[in-house]
């Protein structure tokens, strides 16, 4: 018995010591620990390797607070990166949400050549006219008739107002240059996104993308609208965010490399032969001054094919099949083009001439025209509808410009508009635009000290 307690307590005993050796032990670990913590620099090291850096986001500057965060949960999820680097180098994509540049008013951010077609230097080359052209997703699907139609360069820029929406957008322009060889050789493509509180990552569903058949590209497109909009084909965004056409009618003609721009709306069509009959009229152009040249535009009927030539427009045009842009809507938007004087002119063939210049010009006009990319602007201080083109062109006349109208070509917009079909928010857009078109008119009077419209009488007056 005695021997038992005897061992017992030995063993306790030795217990007890053990325990008193780890807790000296781990006591002076830690106060070497603290001392070394003290004493190390906080110099960040010029050059280490660190096991993040496969992982592609911004590493932590050297001091940098980082409250809560996991440093496996960057800024932006890792997908983003490494995925978009795979996507840029297999599509041939110019396109890093961080490298583009801003617009004269800081915001948008904008991206030049994102996609390039690949012909589309040596067309630019090749034709004396690019075709320079804007749009937002719901209207690119017009790409494949204009690219038919027209043989030169086409320079497209696209809004993207949302992350979804920029991604819709990139599956839809590689669908469509995928299922059309004309559009993958003519056009290049350009992108606008809200700068801050734009998109911050890009993302392209390919197994979508093999998916995708070619035979109905409109019913693709309107698939995609109705995603970004919950069903909706217009968007939510075009209330609260109107879009900036005339940021992405610079963007598109700055983006031309050819002497002449032809700048039009994405769903503007142009009759076939344009571009070359553009290349014989341009080699000759003889004008003396400052000179635009009106491609006049009619609306079409639905029903209808589009048409072959003039002849053929004309005859649509008497069955009330065809009628000028805008008549209904708004007739002073292509009134001063004289359609029934370019209608009555009698072309001794095909070769493009001039019919007769524009001698009524007043406030409003707003055909589309060819010009060199020296004409004035357009002034993005416009966004959304009402005063976007007939400001550009107003002060087109004012600084001396000439417009004279083209035969025997022209160009189309499909369906004959009356407006009644125009949403209010439209109308509103424009209320807002006709207010700042007051500060406008003042700047062009300054600018030019020339008021051939007397647009600054009536102020004058009430002083």
Known sequence: MSHNLVSDGYSKWRVWKISILILILLTAYNVFLTIKLMTTTTDCP??????LDS???????????????????????????????????????????????????????????????DKFVQLSDTF????????????????????????????????????KELNHIL??????????????????????????????????????????????????MHQLMMEINNNRMMGPWR???????????????????????????????PVKGMAEGLNEFL???????????????????????????????????SKGLARPFHHKVFIYNQYATNFSRWQNFKDPDRTIRVSHPVTNFE??????????????????????????????????????????VLSPIFSCHWGLQVKKNRPPWREHQNNQNRKLFDQFKKEIFAKYNKDPLHMMVSKNNKN
């Open 171 to 220: 599956l839809f322009i590689l669908y469509l240059r995928k299922c059309n060889s004309r559009i993958k050789d003519k056009v290049s493509f350009h992108i606008a996104i809200l700068k801050g509180n734009g998109p911050k990552r890009f993302s392209i569903d390919e197994e979508r993308l093999g998916r995708l058949s070619c035979m109905n590209p409109m019913a693709n």
């Open 239 to 269: 209330h609260k965010l109107p879009y900036p056409q005339n940021l992405l009618r610079n963007l598109a003609r700055k983006n031309c490399h050819t002497k002449y721009i032809f700048l039009t709306d994405v769903d503007v069509i």
């Open 55 to 117: 992982i592609k986001f911004r590493q932590p500057e050297c001091g940098d607070q980082q409250p809560d965060q996991d440093p496996f949960e960057p800024d932006e999820p890792r997908i983003g990166s490494e995925h978009q680097d795979q996507l840029v180098e297999k599509y041939q994509l110019n396109l890093n949400l961080k490298l583009g540049r801003s617009d004269n008013r800081i915001a948008y951010t904008l991206f030049d050549h994102v996609i390039v077609g």
């Open 363 to 404: 406030f409003l006009y707003e055909p589309f025209y060819i010009a060199t990319d020296d004409v004035p602007p357009h002034d993005e201080r416009f966004v959304g509808y009402g005063y976007t083109r007939n400001t550009q062109v107003y002060e087109m006349f004012v600084s001396g410009y000439e417009f004279q």
């Open 128 to 163: 004396r006219t690019c075709l320079a052209t804007q749009s937002s997703l719901d209207k690119i699907v017009s790409l494949v008739e204009s690219s038919l139609h027209w043989a030169g360069p086409i320079s497209l820029a696209v809004f993207a107002g949302s992350e």
């Open 283 to 317: 080699a000759e152009d003889k004008c003396r001054g400052k000179c635009a040249y009106v491609v006049p535009t009619y609306e079409v009927d639905e029903r209808v094919l589009f048409p072959e030539n003039k002849t053929e427009l004309i005859r649509m045009a």
């Open 46 to 51: 010029e050059s280490q390797e660190n096991i």
